[in-house]
């Protein structure tokens, strides 16, 4: 199974290891989105982050 992660808060504002974990995903702006496959260290970098991004299984 994949998942969808987009960015739809900014960062500003954040702590960093929150901002470390964003730019881990590999987003850089709102609105961007990346495809990850679902595994537990991607399921636990999403759980840390959840208030800044939307996820949709693919």
Do not use: P, W, Y
Request: net charge positive; hydrophobic share 40%.
């Amino acid at each position: 199974m994949q998942l969808k992660v987009t960015l739809k808060r900014s960062t500003i504002g954040c702590r960093q290891d929150q901002i470390g974990t964003v730019r881990a995903l590999g987003l850089k702006k709102i609105g961007q989105s990346v495809v990850k496959e679902a595994n537990d260290s991607i399921k636990g970098q999403i759980f840390k982050i959840k208030h800044l991004v939307e996820v949709e299984e693919i």
